[in-house]
């Protein structure tokens, strides 16, 4: 920029015809001292000479370079730093390559809605996956589902004999009962029982009797065939039930207690 500023003072010194216009109103203002007579002529006053020589070399400052916002071109600032340093309540849009709508053009009503709907039909469906996938994982799984029941064949029992299964994580009794089993645990006083309970609400068949195996007093595993009537003895702390699972003798509080179970046939049992 010095150096421009520089080539242009040289080109002032000529004094090219196209700067005498300039010139002229120049020395215009440069009066003589002693009534024009042109003998001696001094410049009426230094001050003025300055500004009107700034005013003339004007064009060849910086300024030039960089154009001003008085003489109508167009700023070098960035648009934001223009805006903000010229603040106006006058918003133009650029409308050169898109087509701007009022709002609630009538044109575009039914796209609106279209959008819209299709919004909340997504949301809709997300919730009720999320819900879906909720109510799921607290179901049981595949595996627990399989334990959930089991089928026992029937048919290789031998009367008067007991048969121990596992359902659930638990041992469960299997005991194909005698005519004579099933009349003693007929002929046994219900009031006198600690847990009164008659031998026909504890058994679909009177010759099969299935509970589960495990004490109700601390949750031990009886043996079968043992005891002082005939049932279950539990060696821990010598509970002993009868042959209808009733406790009869001991610390256990409760008779064992019966599965859900059914018979799907003459020889099928499903537990569960």
């Given at each position: 920029?010095?150096?421009?500023?520089?080539?242009?003072?040289?080109?002032?010194?000529?004094?090219?015809?196209?700067?005498?216009?300039?010139?002229?109103?120049?020395?215009?203002?440069?009066?003589?001292?002693?009534?024009?007579?042109?003998?001696?002529?001094?410049?009426?006053?230094?001050?003025?000479?300055?500004?009107?020589?700034?005013?003339?070399?004007?064009g060849f400052s910086s300024e030039s370079l960089a154009p001003s916002h008085d003489l109508?071109?167009?700023?070098?600032?960035?648009?934001?730093?223009?805006?903000?340093?010229?603040?106006?309540?006058?918003i133009v849009y650029d409308e050169h390559n898109h087509e701007r709508f009022p709002p609630?053009?009538?044109?575009?009503?039914?796209?609106?809605?279209?959008?819209?709907?299709?919004?909340?039909?997504?949301?809709?469906?997300?919730?009720?996956?999320?819900?879906?996938?909720?109510?799921?994982?607290?179901?049981?799984?595949?595996?627990?589902?399989?334990?959930?029941?089991?089928?026992?064949?029937?048919?290789?029992?031998?009367?008067?004999?007991?048969?121990?299964?596992?359902?659930?994580?638990?041992?469960?009794?299997?005991?194909?009962?005698?005519?004579?089993?099933?009349?003693?645990?007929?002929?046994?006083?219900?009031?006198?029982?600690?847990?009164?309970?008659?031998?026909?609400?504890?058994?679909?068949?009177?010759?099969?009797?299935?509970?589960?195996?495990?004490?109700?007093?601390?949750?031990?595993?009886?043996?079968?065939?043992?005891?002082?009537?005939?049932?279950?003895?539990?060696?821990?702390?010598?509970?002993?039930?009868?042959?209808?699972?009733?406790?009869?003798?001991?610390?256990?509080?409760?008779?064992?207690?019966?599965?859900?179970?059914?018979?799907?046939?003459?020889?099928?049992?499903?537990?569960?």
């Amino acid at each position: 920029m010095l150096r421009v500023a520089g080539r242009r003072l040289s080109s002032l010194s000529r004094w090219s015809p196209s700067s005498a216009p300039a010139s002229s109103a120049l020395l215009s203002r440069i009066q003589p001292s002693n009534g024009g007579d042109g003998s001696s002529r001094s410049i009426s006053s230094p001050h003025l000479f300055n500004s009107e020589f700034r005013d003339l070399i004007r064009g060849f400052s910086s300024e030039s370079l960089a154009p001003s916002h008085d003489l109508g071109m167009i700023s070098d600032l960035p648009p934001t730093v223009a805006a903000l340093k010229n603040p106006t309540s006058k918003i133009v849009y650029d409308e050169h390559n898109h087509e701007r709508f009022p709002p609630g053009d009538p044109s575009k009503r039914a796209f609106a809605y279209f959008v819209l709907t299709g919004g909340r039909f997504i949301y809709a469906s997300l919730i009720r996956l999320l819900v879906l996938k909720f109510v799921l994982s607290m179901s049981a799984s595949k595996d627990v589902l399989a334990l959930a029941s089991i089928e026992v064949d029937l048919s290789s029992i031998e009367p008067g004999s007991t048969v121990t299964v596992k359902w659930r994580g638990k041992p469960v009794f299997i005991r194909r009962r005698t005519e004579d089993d099933i009349k003693l645990a007929n002929s046994v006083d219900v009031g006198s029982l600690r847990d009164p309970q008659e031998d026909a609400v504890r058994v679909k068949d009177p010759e099969w009797l299935i509970v589960i195996g495990v004490c109700t007093h601390l949750g031990c595993i009886p043996l079968p065939n043992a005891g002082d009537f005939g049932g279950w003895f539990c060696p821990c702390h010598g509970s002993h039930y009868d042959v209808s699972g009733r406790i009869r003798k001991g610390p256990a509080p409760y008779n064992l207690e019966v599965p859900t179970y059914s018979f799907l046939e003459e020889n099928k049992l499903m537990i569960g």
